[in-house]
């Protein structure tokens, strides 16, 4: 009881403490939570000495209904400090509790409860931390958000939040931010050791955020009971650094997200799956389930990027998911001093994923991409080619099992190392061991086109030029096995003798040569003749 009150004979509460205290929230007409225009009238008309200046609550349950799905949500272990000294005076407040099994606790300061209720604009600094353990049936999460700025309770939903186009010249998708309830602005600050864990934890469907590991964001934003928008914010997963403007919309449970984003250097190589043990390909189910229960448009640009064991310089792409669907683009990126375009797209089928693939590269030094695979570099010079390829499959076994589609690539002014087709045009008898004794073979052009079906990839213009000879190559690339089944046939010599033909066979990294039979005419024609009609 206030002394003041006491010494003025009337007895007026100033604090209270509840211990195992059950607080109910109102609910609203349409089940959800409640309207708050009530209290905050009586905020607003509260005098001078007419308020609770300090609240202690120990081990109190609170319930309420979630305000985006209506469902009763039940916070226990309540352990709550607030004091409010006046009226006119901020609030401060620290709290642990447990919600939805994952301990938590809460510092804030600087509020003016009044200010808020009038609907004017309050500063205040919050603090929130949670912190649990993985177990059976339950991801860890763990982390902390901050924000230091203004509170505001909008009582009007016709205005859209500012900043809802910052997120790269468009409207960023967060939805509207500005709703009904309490809006949020100023620098705040969010990271998590386990993102997925601690959206499941908020009952988000992770979606693409399944991928991310450590997760930070930290700028200034906008936030109400719409999503949140960052008209500028620096973001860090894992290792990767950006910054930009991104925005996230959150709808039953469903999230959205948007951004443009620019790193220095960044390193995807957690994206690219593990290679076979046995070197075949995976027969591991591919679904997009777990990645497209939310929606993602992000557009990344970066000086530097790594994907697996392949460097691009000067990246430009983006990154799009919806339900059922994941499409990655590639609008440009520099490799090997060469220039690569693509798209892919990924959609859902009833048992298995539907594949589409469309790219171009030019001016790529073969010499130094292989090198980057580590594969075998046979071959030298820059390449330039396109590919358009589809399939659909349960696994990347099958996918690739019922690959169609065409590719065609170039290479000008290169050489072909460990083997010497002029030697070897001298002396068929050596192919078996041409590979094995290395040399080289220049040649100003080579080109090839291939037409695949079901996983076999025929081999169409396939012919290499030099200044002292020319090949042609015919046969099948089983992809599949990894084989190739070719043909090559060196032309004519200078001299007028005939060169022979030559099987190419084996792993299509490491494939072994040997000689053909020579084809010899009919004795019935004419040992000159070049051409025959009946």
Not at 3 to 31: F, H, K
Not at 229 to 238: C, L, T
Not at 265 to 293: F, H, K, N, Y
Request: charged share 20%.
């Amino acid at each position: 009881l206030g002394l003041a009150g006491l010494l003025a004979g009337r007895a007026e509460i100033t604090g209270l403490v509840l211990e195992r205290a059950r607080i109910a929230l109102p609910d609203g007409d349409d089940g959800r939570s409640a309207d708050w225009a009530d209290p905050a009238a009586r905020l607003v008309a509260a005098g001078r000495g007419r308020h609770l200046r300090r609240l202690v609550l120990v081990d109190a349950t609170l319930t309420g209904r979630d305000p985006r799905s209506g469902a009763l949500e039940r916070i226990t272990g309540v352990n709550l400090v607030a004091n409010w000294p006046r009226p006119s005076a901020g609030l401060d407040l620290s709290a642990a509790f447990t919600w939805r099994g994952v301990p938590a606790t809460l510092t804030l300061s600087g509020l003016r409860p009044r200010e808020v209720a009038a609907g004017a604009e309050s500063p205040v600094t919050a603090v929130l931390t949670w912190a649990r353990a993985g177990g059976t049936g339950a991801p860890a999460a763990e982390g902390s958000a901050e924000i230091d700025g203004s509170l505001t309770w909008v009582r009007d939903a016709g205005a859209k939040g500012a900043g809802a186009e910052d997120a790269g010249g468009k409207d960023a998708g967060a939805g509207d931010v500005a709703a009904a309830g309490p809006r949020l602005s100023g620098q705040g600050r969010f990271a998590t050791p386990a993102l997925s864990g601690t959206l499941a934890w908020l009952g988000i469907e992770p979606g693409p955020a399944a991928l991310a590991g450590p997760v930070s964001l930290e700028g200034r934003l906008v936030a109400g009971p719409g999503g949140v928008e960052w008209p500028e914010i620096r973001v860090r997963v894992g290792d990767n650094q950006l910054e930009g403007a991104g925005a996230v919309a959150l709808a039953r449970g469903h999230i959205a997200v948007s951004g443009t984003l620019a790193a220095e250097r960044l390193d995807l190589s957690g994206l690219v799956p593990a290679a076979e043990p046995g070197g075949g390909w995976s027969r591991a189910p591919l679904t997009l389930d777990g990645l497209t229960r939310g929606d993602l448009d992000l557009r990344l640009s970066a000086a530097s990027a790594r994907l697996g064991p392949v460097e691009a310089q000067d990246v430009a792409a983006g990154l799009l998911v919806r339900a059922g669907t994941v499409e990655a683009t590639l609008g440009r990126a520099t490799v090997q001093g060469g220039t690569v375009k693509g798209r892919a797209v990924l959609a859902t089928l009833p048992a298995g994923l539907d594949a589409r693939l469309q790219g171009s590269a030019d001016r790529i030094d073969l010499g130094g991409l292989f090198a980057d695979l580590g594969w075998p570099r046979w071959i030298l010079g820059r390449a330039q080619g396109s590919v358009a390829l589809d399939s659909a499959g349960s696994s990347l076994a099958d996918l690739v099992g019922r690959l169609g589609g065409r590719a065609a690539a170039t290479v000008e002014g290169g050489e072909i190392l460990g083997l010497n087709l002029a030697d070897l045009a001298q002396k068929p008898e050596t192919a078996a061991t041409a590979l094995r004794r290395g040399g080289r073979t220049h040649f100003e052009r080579a080109r090839v086109s291939l037409t695949v079906s079901d996983g076999v990839a025929e081999i169409g213009q396939g012919q290499v030029r030099g200044a002292a000879l020319t090949a042609s190559l015919g046969g099948r690339v089983f992809l599949a096995e990894r084989r190739l089944g070719a043909e090559a046939r060196i032309e004519p010599l200078p001299d007028g003798r005939p060169a022979g033909s030559f099987a190419i066979e084996g792993p299509w990294l490491r494939p072994t040569v040997r000689p053909l039979a020579a084809r010899t005419p009919s004795p019935a024609l004419p040992a000159a003749a070049s051409a025959y009609a009946p």
